[in-house]
């Protein structure tokens, strides 16, 4: 969600940014196709849309931008580097082979940030821990992978009075209070979040919801095959334990799987 005078970055798999108005992104129906970005922005042949952020002034903006990638890789950056964005973008982050930038979160500086892996571990840490580095250096370790086939499907901001929300393939979820997850220096294996079964699928989403005004709050969850649906937070059953599996939030048909989720407060409306 943006206002027509804000910023909107956009983030890519290959570690560059790049920034539009929001007017500048042409206004269409919920179920219109939409324009490709190509005509929008000058991104590169073989460069992916992964993350975009509102933000209404680079220039004077405080705090940072804290990045994750799917290999467990994370940097975070000061607002201010982004002031002089081209149009032709900017590198913001050196990538290793084989792996991609996919988050991007505004930070202050001294938030806990939450990583969740395809596996079901997820790890909190403070964001302190990593030292702020400039716009176009590489990351550092945020979480040890389990192999190979292992990777990292969720990065967020945590606070004790939020829930880590986290939604399997097969369309079973659950909610479980961040308080449950010790703080752990950045680096670690994390713990169990999820138990992974058969029946679960592997881990595809996850991110951190508030309970203030939790009753307003409504997650989305999009599937491979381009399906979504609304369902109240507050209905998603909150466990005790970290490492239950969940109950059904989706019926998929046979094929499908979820492909990503993602929460808004349905009270809020835009400014313009």
Same mark, same amino acid.
């Given at each position: ?24 992104? &042409? #206004? ?9 970005? !190509? ?5 590169? &042949? /073989?460069?992916? @849309? ?23 890789? !994370?940097k975070r950056t000061r ?29 202050d500086g001294d938030q ?5 892996? *395809? ?7 403070? +964001? ?8 176009? =250096? ?9 192999? +190979? /086939? /292992? ?5 967020? !901001?945590?606070?004790?009075?939020? /829930? ?10 659950k909610r479980t209070s ?29 991110? @951190?919801? &508030? ?12 599937? #491979? ?8 937070? =507050?209905? *998603?059953?909150?466990? $005790?334990?970290?490492?239950? $599996?969940?109950?059904?939030? !989706? ?9 990503? @989720?993602?929460?808004?407060?349905? =009270?809020?409306? &835009? #400014?313009?």
């Amino acid at each position: 969600m943006a206002s027509t005078h804000d910023y909107i970055l956009f983030f890519t798999d290959r570690g560059r940014v790049y920034r539009l108005k929001a007017f500048e992104v &042409p #206004e269409a129906s919920r179920t219109a196709m939409g324009t490709n970005i !190509i005509n929008l922005i000058q991104i590169l &042949p /073989d460069e992916h @849309v992964t993350a975009t952020v509102p933000i209404r002034n680079l220039k004077n903006a405080e705090g940072y931008f804290f990045m994750g990638t799917v290999r467990g890789e !994370i940097k975070r950056t000061r607002i201010a580097e982004f002031a002089n964005l081209r149009a032709n973008g900017l590198v913001t982050f050196d990538m290793n082979e084989g792996d991609q930038l996919n988050w991007v979160k505004l930070t202050d500086g001294d938030q806990n940030i939450v990583l969740t892996t *395809i596996k079901g571990m997820a790890i909190r840490f403070k +964001e302190s821990d990593v030292r702020a580095s400039g716009r176009a =250096s590489g990351g550092v370790r945020g979480i040890v992978l389990d192999g +190979e /086939d /292992d990777h990292v499907v969720g990065l967020d !901001i945590a606070s004790d009075d939020s /829930d880590l929300l986290v939604v399997g393939a097969n369309g079973l979820g659950k909610r479980t209070s961040m308080a449950a997850y010790k703080t752990q220096g950045r680096g670690g294996k994390g713990l169990k979040t999820m138990d992974i079964t058969v029946r679960t699928g592997h881990l595809k989403a996850a991110c @951190v919801v &508030p309970r203030e005004g939790q009753e307003n709050l409504r997650l989305m969850i999009v599937t #491979e095959n381009g399906t979504g649906i609304r369902v109240k937070v =507050s209905e *998603i059953k909150t466990t $005790q334990s970290r490492s239950t $599996q969940g109950v059904k939030l !989706i019926e998929l048909r046979e094929g499908d799987a979820v492909k990503t @989720v993602e929460y808004f407060d349905a =009270s809020k409306k &835009p #400014e313009d």
